[in-house]
């Protein structure tokens, strides 16, 4: 029996609770507060006819009382406990008073974590946490472990918390917004990278970095924390970690730790080299993924034997909207980067690559530099076709490298996905590449880079 859960479930009856969200992660809490007799209030900043029918259906079935529409926080008043979604900000004034009244602010994944039975692993970082939580999982999975797969990706699985057992894994990806005002650190941590992202809603660099840091800062020394070693942020985090240091690199051949060396993925222990596997044996293509490799294979060395890591690795094929491939049309490989919503994830992308790429990139603007991006565009790109909010500031960034190099490239602006599309249908030459990478979120026509994904492998199977 879970004690903290048995506890948690006999604290809710009756009492007043407040669910801010309509969305994934929130919405299996309306049936788990129903059979516990919460007395439940639902509030979402969309007016009714903006919430999905479906979601507004589970709210009439169990009569909960509703506040909709943009100044529907103004009524969080007398709650004994608050779930938030991960894009309500725990800054929110709303939530802050209502804390200093006495209020429990917390969010599904929060309470997941301090009353999970097994054994949790956490992975948070601007770029590769996906891949790096899809490839954890499926290594811990070929052990023959009991695994679940949640946080950021899967499904919400604190209305599992019953089925869980102590000896059972819990594979997490963390994005900032749930990191922040965490409490709770996972047992094993990784951090894959940390560069500007989310700046549009963050109120500062910093508060990003700081709800980064939560997944190791209240770990005990008996913790793993994974740390990347070539990222200068995430290398001095090591500095204020209280669990044991695992570093990974595809730059430094480290003494202790996981490193790509000239195609090699090895394990380092007191400077004995081990040879783990070549990349060429794998799937995935670019440094990037080598580097989520080194990074799932450090958090996964106390618990899996090398061989069944190696095995889970060579046959993992990727995550949908990463660099995937999409379809050969006359000798043109189209590939999905959806995923590439920031400039570096783009850059990753492109230098996954030694063919010449035709770059389709462009979204909603996050308030994002993309000065880093010029440079990598002339190096590999040889057409751009740009599209959405950031296709100005894209633009004006190339422009202004290949003044200072004195290099053209050929750029087009679109006003739609089709048409990017069908110009680069146009200009692609056989043996090219077309690479979908915005360097930009999505919601500028989009619902998440996940639509936007499909829609374009739609398109491109269409041709």
């Known amino acids: 029996m879970n004690k903290k859960l048995e506890e948690f479930d006999k604290y809710l009856e009756r009492k007043k609770v407040a669910i801010i969200g309509l969305g994934v ?34 709210v009439m079935k169990y009569e909960f009382d509703y506040e909709f529409g943009k100044d529907a926080l103004s009524k969080l008043y007398g709650f004994n406990m608050i779930f938030r979604s991960p894009s309500c900000m725990p800054t929110m004034n709303e939530l802050v008073e209502a804390e200093k009244r006495g209020a429990i602010v917390t969010s599904e994944i929060e309470m997941l974590m301090e009353m999970c039975p097994g054994t949790i692993i956490g992975i948070t970082g601007s770029d590769g946490k996906t891949t790096t ?23 919400p699985l604190f209305t599992k918390l019953h089925e869980m057992k102590e000896d059972d894994y819990i594979v997490l990806e963390l994005s900032s917004f749930q990191l922040m005002n965490m409490k709770i650190s996972p047992k094993i941590s990784v951090v894959t990278n940390i560069t500007p992202n989310h700046l549009n809603v963050h109120s500062s660099y910093e508060e990003y970095i700081d709800a980064k840091k939560n997944i190791f800062k209240y770990q005990s020394k008996d913790d793993i924390v994974v740390l990347n070693y070539d990222n200068e ?21 480290l003494d202790d730790g996981i490193i ?23 799937h995935l293509r670019g440094k990037h993924n080598y580097e989520n490799i080194c990074a799932a294979i450090a958090a996964t060395k106390t618990l899996v034997d090398i061989d069944t890591q190696i095995e889970a690795i060579k046959n993992f094929k990727g995550v949908e909207h990463r660099i995937e491939f999409v379809k050969e049309i006359d000798g043109v490989k189209w590939y ?13 992308g492109l230098n996954s690559f030694d063919e010449d790429i035709v770059l389709i990139a462009g979204g909603y603007d996050k308030n994002l530099d993309y000065t880093p991006l010029a440079k990598p565009i002339l190096d590999k790109v040889k057409t751009l076709i740009l599209m959405g909010q950031t296709a100005e500031k894209i633009f004006l960034a190339v422009k202004e490298e290949s003044e200072k190099q004195g290099k053209q490239i050929d750029t087009y602006m679109c006003e739609t996905l089709e048409d990017t599309v069908k110009l680069a249908k146009k200009y692609a030459k056989p043996g090219n590449v077309v690479l979908f ?24 199977e269409n041709i």
């Not at 919405?27 to 439940?40: D, F, S």
């Not at 790509?260 to 794998?282: A, G, Y």
Request: aromatic residues 10%.
């Open 233 to 253: 942020i995430t290398r001095e985090c090591a500095k204020e970690a209280e669990g044991r240091v695992v570093f990974f690199s595809s730059k430094t051949k």
């Open 25 to 58: 992660s929130n919405m299996p809490l309306l049936k788990y507060m129903y059979e516990r007799m919460a007395k439940v209030t639902v509030f979402d900043n969309r007016e009714m006819d903006d919430i999905p029918k479906e979601y507004l259906a589970e």
């Open 437 to 460: 990478s915005p360097a930009s979120a999505s919601f500028d026509m989009f619902k998440n880079f996940e639509e936007r994904g499909r829609k374009f492998k739609e398109i491109v």
């Open 260 to 282: 790509v060396d000239e195609n090699i993925i090895k394990e380092c222990n007191d400077r004995i080299r081990r040879h783990i596997l070549n990349t060429k044996e794998l």
């Open 336 to 348: 999905n980067d959806s995923i590439g919503t920031s400039p570096t994830r783009t850059i990753a």
């Open 133 to 155: 939580t899809s490839l954890i999982y499926e290594i811990l999975k070929q052990k023959g472990y009991n695994c679940y797969l949640g946080g950021n990706i899967g499904t």
